[in-house]
């Protein structure tokens, strides 16, 4: 009988799992191997490397190394602010951080991490089972029975008081929770400490260049240990304002929603049109749409200008008829709603359905644009949006086109080729010259430059044809992303390059290996042969992760 495969993913966990410490990668390696006898792969350190990081159950830090992450945060304490409402209303709201605490492998069953509803110890009190963890981007009540209300209310609490939140095993699913009165708070102390978590917020922010999002920065200070500390620290959103998290937005042009801030004008903007929120209308209205057609009056709301393509006399005396009575939605088979949708949409008005807009109901009316889909896509986030299947779809087309790319053979005839350096821009010593025709994919460069380094074309990766990384409005994103703009649609050709042209690789955007692209030449009339190739290469061997020895790859 052959032997059964040894399952490294299984080591990888068992090995962080049962030790003490924290481990670097090395000395998760070195255990991995131990404990498999001996058998190796063709690159244990990335076979290792690989299962850490598609672990929920395992967190990573650069200061501290890999834990098991419910062990991890054992110790940790968070405060909450006990509010007016949550008194009134019996209702305690917790954020991305304290959601981390109880759920710390994320909603879902895991194959590792933990398993069940957490239990919370009261101060003094009985211990009570919390109900589902709700998750992120919906509700953020925290479910609790009437026991813990009975308890909160003979602590005497008052508004502005605070409860501690702290992780006594969250293995075992226990914590505890304590009252605290505003009276005995340490102000001064516990201000200093919120300073720290700010910087460390923001420095890891920094540290990922803007890509990442609250719950990664969540999780990422809760096993940092600066939560151990005490006294706990404010609440973090009293802390992450937009002074805060404003400048991290505008330098790196990410979405203030990802970084648990917002956008005052587009949430306004999908309030009034989602959420029923009157319009201002202390602003002049000019008419909506296009500047000829129809017009149509909506009212106090304003007006909309353009030919929709039914009888414009029918639709007025329909939209004045909704007016009349808006608490009665406009049925589905009203064979006027897509106009009337069309006009409430353009004039930020909510949906007269009585539901929110589908995403692909707001692509039809604004079109497709980059800027448009970020829009969707924060309504999305904030639960104003519903994300359907066509919508979806509309992502999703284009995907099966990668199927359909010929595979790179000779060519028996002549092409337009170009030659492009690629320099790593931080080690510019290390360059390959890749020769390419401009009928050929920016994927097909993709994987002639991991072919060229002998890289293992394992992370997400894209071109950016400005001067800076991370720029949405020039970014060409891989096949498997979001961006209308993708690689797998683009050719070499469409981009108009020109000679001494430059433009950017960005792959990995963990470790953000940046390469500079530059058109040495174009070749109008190729000859037969394999494209995209490398015909020259300088610097030798470029180590792909940091800390990788020659002989890994050797050996790969």
């Given at each position: 009988?052959?032997?059964p495969?040894?399952?490294?993913t299984e080591?990888?966990?068992h090995?962080?799992r049962d030790?003490?410490e ?11 191997l131990?404990?498999?006898g ?12 690989s ?5 929920s159950?395992?967190i ?5 190394g890999y ?5 991890v945060?054992?110790?940790a304490?968070?405060?909450l602010?006990i ?8 209702e ?5 951080f ?6 710390p ?6 194959t590792?991490g933990?398993?069940?509803l ?12 919390v ?9 953020d009540?925290?479910?609790?029975p009437?026991i813990f ?8 609490a ?11 095993d ?11 009165p505003?009276?005995?708070?340490d ?6 400490r ?11 922010v920094?540290?990922?260049r ?9 999780a ?6 600066i939560f151990?500390?005490?006294p706990?620290?404010?609440p973090?959103?009293d ?5 805060v998290?404003g400048?991290?937005v505008?330098e790196?042009?990410v979405?203030?929603y990802?970084?648990?801030?917002y ?10 049109m ?6 201002d209308?202390?602003?002049?209205i ?13 009212g106090e709301?304003?007006?909309y200008?353009g030919?929709?393509g039914?009888?414009?006399q ?5 939209i ?12 589905a ?5 897509p106009a009337?949708c069309?006009i409430?949409a353009?004039m930020?008005l909510?949906?007269?359905?009585g ?5 692909s109901?707001?692509?039809a ?12 896509e924060h309504g999305a ?6 994300i ?5 779809a ?18 028996s005839?002549?092409s ?6 690629v320099t790593?821009?931080y080690?510019?010593?290390f ?5 390419i025709a ?16 002998a ?11 400005g001067?800076?990384?991370?720029d949405?409005?020039?970014e ?7 961006n209308r703009r993708?690689?797998?649609?683009l050719?070499?050709?469409d981009?108009?390059l020109?000679a ?7 792959f ?7 390469f ?5 030449k ?11 190739r ?16 020659e002989?890994d790859?050797?050996?790969?």
């Amino acid at each position: 009988m052959a032997k059964p495969k040894t399952n490294f993913t299984e080591l990888t966990h068992h090995v962080v799992r049962d030790a003490a410490e924290l481990l670097s990668l090395d000395q998760i390696v070195a255990r991995v191997l131990r404990l498999s006898g001996g058998e190796t792969t063709k690159n244990l350190k990335q076979t290792v490397r690989s299962a850490l990081g598609q672990s929920s159950a395992i967190i990573y830090t650069p200061e501290r190394g890999y834990g098991w992450k419910s062990r991890v945060l054992n110790g940790a304490v968070q405060r909450l602010v006990i509010l007016e409402a949550d008194l009134a209303d019996h209702e305690l709201m917790i954020d991305d951080f304290q959601r981390d605490l109880l759920q710390p492998n994320g909603p879902g069953d895991h194959t590792y991490g933990v398993r069940g509803l957490p239990q919370l110890e009261l101060a003094g009190g009985p211990t009570i089972e919390v109900g589902p963890i709700p998750r992120p981007f919906e509700d953020d009540l925290l479910s609790l029975p009437d026991i813990f209300w009975e308890w909160l209310e003979g602590q005497g609490a008052q508004p502005g008081d605070s409860l501690l939140l702290s992780v006594i095993d969250a293995e075992a699913r226990r914590y505890g929770l304590c009252y605290e009165p505003a009276t005995a708070r340490d102000e001064q102390a516990i201000a200093a400490r919120g300073q720290q978590v700010v910087d460390a917020a923001v420095s890891f922010v920094h540290r990922a260049r803007g890509r990442t999002m609250i719950s990664e920065i969540a999780a990422h200070l809760n096993a940092s240990g600066i939560f151990h500390q005490t006294p706990a620290p404010p609440p973090f959103g009293d802390l992450w304002t937009p002074e805060v998290w404003g400048p991290i937005v505008d330098e790196y042009d990410v979405s203030p929603y990802m970084l648990g801030g917002y956008d005052e004008m587009a949430e306004g903007v999908l309030n009034q049109m989602l959420g029923g929120a009157p319009l201002d209308l202390s602003a002049p209205i000019n008419p909506a749409g296009y500047d000829e057609g129809p017009i149509i009056s909506v009212g106090e709301h304003g007006s909309y200008q353009g030919d929709l393509g039914v009888d414009p006399q029918l639709l007025q005396a329909r939209i004045d008829e909704f007016l009349k009575t808006p608490d009665q939605p406009i049925p589905a088979d009203d064979p006027l709603l897509p106009a009337i949708c069309t006009i409430f949409a353009a004039m930020a008005l909510p949906s007269p359905t009585g539901s929110p807009y589908l995403a692909s109901q707001l692509v039809a009316f604004f079109g497709d644009e980059d800027e448009i889909l970020d829009w969707i896509e924060h309504g999305a986030e904030l639960g104003m949006v519903t994300i359907d299947p066509a919508y979806e779809a509309l992502l999703d087309e284009g995907l099966d086109i990668i199927e359909q790319h010929p595979e790179s053979g000779p060519r028996s005839g002549t092409s337009r080729t170009l030659v492009l350096r690629v320099t790593y821009r931080y080690k510019p010593e290390f360059w390959r010259e890749i020769e390419i025709a401009d009928d050929q994919y920016l994927n097909d460069l993709h994987l002639a430059i991991q072919r060229a380094f002998a890289w293992d074309n394992d992370h997400l990766y894209s071109f950016y044809m400005g001067k800076r990384p991370y720029d949405a409005k020039t970014e060409i994103g891989a096949p498997s992303s979001q961006n209308r703009r993708r690689a797998d649609i683009l050719t070499l050709g469409d981009l108009n390059l020109r000679a001494k042209q430059k433009f950017l690789y960005l792959f990995d955007f963990g470790d953000d290996h940046l390469f500079d692209i530059q058109v040495l030449k174009i070749n109008p009339k190729a000859p037969p042969g394999v494209y995209p190739r490398v015909v020259g290469d300088h610097g030798g061997l470029l180590i792909q992760y940091e800390g990788e020895e020659e002989e890994d790859w050797e050996d790969a």
